[in-house]
């Protein structure tokens, strides 16, 4: 059984139940500047779908410090973040940006309940009714 003065041993079994606030954003490598690509206004227009309409940042370093949160603060939707946070990765791990940039997934044509409604038109049943 557990002696009374083991407590560091218990405790190490205990899960932490609080979540420490860190921005994670910080400890990831700022990726150096390669040719195309100077200043995040730069890195914007490259990853496409109008960032840089969205997005002011002027310094390099502050740009890649960016976490969701500061996104969020800025007023980008939930789709503009993950795109830029996501291209923003791809470009740490050493790819170009005409590798991994694309445009955003074009509408549906057909919604509704399945084949009740296609390419926007209801379809009516073909069964008989009393």
Known sequence: MFQLGSTSRICNFIPHLSRSIVN???SRPIPPPREP????????KAIGRSSETKLTIEKWEEF???SGHDLRKAGL????????LWCME?????????EFAHEPRP??????????V??????RSRRIKN
């Open 77 to 84: 939707s939930v789709r503009d973040r993950r795109y830029i």
């Open 118 to 123: 296609q390419n926007g038109k209801r379809i």
């Open 24 to 26: 994670r954003s910080i």
């Open 107 to 116: 509408k549906k044509t057909i919604r509704g309940w399945g084949p009740a």
């Open 64 to 66: 890649w410090a960016t």
């Open 37 to 44: 690509i100077a200043a995040p206004v730069d890195f914007l």
């Open 90 to 98: 791809k470009y740490r791990q050493g790819l170009d940006t005409q």
